[in-house]
């Protein structure tokens, strides 16, 4: 038996587990060959990135693709913070779905890992359905939602202080996820994003409406970055989002409470910059990780480095697997 799937009255470690609760594991969506995934970024955008980082990557996620291609916020849209990681607001500059499609294919052809598509924020259920099914024919092996409504770049305002609008809730995120699961069949991920409203009531709210999985957290909006030389904000677009090292503990707090209140598979995502990292997440509750930030910085090494690192642990730890460890600080 799966030890993940063991009550805690049967469990020698004392995890937690409600009695006859039973979790999902990642593996039975996708099969990943290593747990560390490329995330939805600026490396995703052509298969050629997708098929680079592909060689090393668990599984690779697309550039967040829209119904009509875009061309983004103009220059400075991203910029580095050194050991603190990135700050960015590129307001997804993607090939468009059809395009995008074209790209999916070629990396499927090539990709001897999973191609996850990432479908960018809309309020339009009628084009996340035509990019939904279109880029599941080109081969996608699972369709990730980002949810990463409510941001204002004008005014840095996030969903929490708007929700009350009903721009951004729960109802949102149940339609959208029903919406897609009619026209698809492939796996759906919704990934979530902090500090706009209520988290874990929104990962409530894509299980119940049929979500295979939760990746939680994406970038944190809104960061500010003022270049003093200049006197003037960092970015074109004055306010934009934090990822990198400096997230992590807002990631990992959020797979820890999201892990106590859903049972689909969770993907830990925001600041890994390390095998310890990592495994932080996964015994938060991750049963895998996505990782970008480094990944720009290391190039396609990182993946390969990165889970050389969780193995190491994982043996020094004496644990045969991260799925072994998947939870285990919910004692």
């Known amino acids: ?43 995703g955008r052509t298969a050629t990135g997708l098929i680079r980082f592909g060689r090393f ?75 939904a099914t279109t880029l599941e024919k080109a081969g996608a092996d699972a369709l990730e939602l980002d949810f990463k409504w409510g941001f204002d770049p004008q005014t840095g305002n996030t969903g929490n202080d708007i929700s009350s609008s009903g721009v951004f809730d729960q109802g949102v995120i149940s339609a959208t996820i029903l919406g897609l699961k009619d026209v698809v069949s492939v796996p759906i991920i919704a990934k979530l994003v902090a500090f706009a409203g209520d988290i874990v009531e929104h990962a409530q709210a894509a299980e119940a409406a049929g ?59 925001g600041g890994v910059t390390s095998g310890e990292d990592a495994l932080e997440l996964n015994m938060a509750g991750a049963d895998g990780v996505e990782m970008c930030t480094t990944a720009m910085v290391e190039g396609p090494s990182a993946f390969r480095r990165v889970n050389d690192e969780i193995d190491n642990l994982l043996q020094e730890l004496g644990f045969a697997s991260a799925e072994e460890c998947c939870g285990l600080a919910h004692r």
């Open 57 to 131: 990557a668990g599984a690779v996620v697309g550039k967040s693709t829209t119904f009509l291609p875009r061309t983004g916020n103009p220059h400075p849209r991203l910029i580095s913070l050194g050991d603190y990681g990135l700050m960015n607001w590129e307001n997804l500059p993607n090939l468009g779905y059809e395009r995008f499609a074209e790209e999916l294919r070629l990396a499927k052809e090539q990709c001897s890992c999973p191609v996850i598509a990432s479908l960018g924020p809309s309020a339009d259920l009628d084009q996340l359905k035509t990019i």
């Open 211 to 269: 979500a295979g999985a939760i990746t939680a957290i994406n970038t944190i909006f809104p960061a500010m970055k003022i270049d003093i030389h200049r006197q003037t904000p960092a970015l074109s677009s004055v306010f934009g989002g934090l990822s990198g090292k400096s997230i992590l503990p807002l990631a990992v707090a959020a797979v820890y409470r999201i892990y106590e209140a859903v049972n689909i598979p969770i993907i830990g995502c």
């Open 1 to 43: 038996m799966d030890p993940m799937m063991l009550t805690h009255s049967q469990r020698k470690d004392g995890v937690r587990e409600d009695p006859g609760r039973k979790r999902k594991r990642l593996r039975t969506l996708l099969a990943l060959r290593n747990p560390v995934i490329l995330a939805s970024g600026p490396l």
